[in-house]
């Protein structure tokens, strides 16, 4: 079999489960998988490109260990510390990414969970924007529990945010203050709730493609709806800062294969996009649908959202823009 049959059998109703001979996307041409990731794409989620942006609501002081995080307090990086940002702040973040055409807007706080007065604030935070912006809202916001996911829905989030990282086995390779277990635990909660969860990890970070392709089978076994696939940017001060730069083509197969394991979930470019010829073209031509874009109230932000609009509406993708 070659990528071309694999990816009409999974257009056909196939799925990519732990019991199959997952090597196959190791060693298969590149270009062969990336043009099956793409008919997939095309098939199950179409040519409508899904645009999120976010916003660092809170930030630094995070208590976990994560190897990768600038915000982490274990290491010394030179990442902002601030609490929980005012609402007008967030609310006028929100309606220029609304102007913009972006199609949700999220908010992002440092720490294990937003808890207290500061989870308070989101709540009314979301209401205000709910009510006076036309955006799919967002929340990542750490290991909520249910009563607190049933709250910010009830408020007018719709997507929740909460990576993985990286693969059960090579979890604990990356933080030890939380469990791999405890990330399962709380997208099932997400999911119970009945709001679009979205998970994915970093690439990057030392792994195997074993790992890698772990992740790709364990967010299809949760039923995820949107994978954002980051590709590592050493930060200077974190365990991680040494690491080598990926290069795009093994990128490239990465976003494939997870477009074939999760064929109707919007796989998302994230962080790493610099390491990517042309704003990512190639990635949106190898089974990719989504991306995070913009990510600040300021004009660059602005010109960042436009470019990848046009880049996305020159591969003939669909981006609303709302008037």
């Known amino acids: 079999m070659n990528a071309s049959e694999l990816a009409q059998e999974i257009i056909d109703g196939r799925r ?23 008919r997939i794409r095309e098939a199950f989620v179409g040519n409508k490109a899904d645009l999120c942006s976010i916003i660092n609501g809170r930030s630094g002081r995070c208590p976990e260990d994560c190897k990768y995080c600038a915000q982490s307090a274990y290491y010394h990086t030179s990442c902002e510390i601030y609490d929980f940002l005012p609402e ?5 973040a929100c309606k220029v990414n609304e102007q913009e055409g972006v199609d949700r807007f999220s908010i992002v706080t440092a720490g294990k969970a937003l808890t207290g007065e500061e989870f308070e604030k989101a709540i009314h935070t979301y209401e205000t924007m709910k009510r006076e912006c036309d955006i799919d809202l967002c929340a990542s916001m750490g290991f909520l529990n249910e009563e607190q996911l049933h709250r910010l829905h009830q408020a007018g989030v719709s997507s929740y945010h909460h990576n993985i990282e ?45 790992d890698r392709l772990d992740m790709a089978v364990s967010l299809a076994e949760i039923g995820v709806d949107s994978i954002p696939i980051n590709a590592l940017m050493p930060i200077a001060g974190t365990p991680l800062e040494k690491m080598p730069l990926l290069t795009e083509d093994d990128i490239l197969r990465t976003i494939a294969f997870f477009r074939y394991i999760n064929p109707q979930a919007d796989i998302r470019l994230a962080a790493g996009r610099a390491l990517l010829s042309h704003d990512g073209e190639r990635a949106f031509r ?3 649908n989504a991306t995070i874009t913009g990510n600040m109230l300021t004009t660059a932000a602005c010109a960042t959202i436009r470019s990848d609009r046009k880049m996305l509406q020159d591969l003939g993708r669909d981006v609303v823009v709302r008037l």
């Open 166 to 210: 990286t693969s059960r086995r090579n979890f604990p390779n990356i933080c030890t203050t939380h469990t791999y277990e405890m990330k399962i635990a709380t997208l099932k909660k997400v999911k119970a709730e009945g709001m679009y969860a979205c998970s994915g990890g970093i690439i990057g970070m030392g792994e195997t493609w074993e």
């Open 286 to 288: 190898a089974g990719a």
């Open 16 to 38: 990519i489960t732990r019991e199959d001979d997952l090597t196959f996307f190791l060693t298969c041409d590149l270009e062969e998988l990336c043009a099956g990731a793409d």
């Open 88 to 92: 007008d702040q967030i609310l006028a």
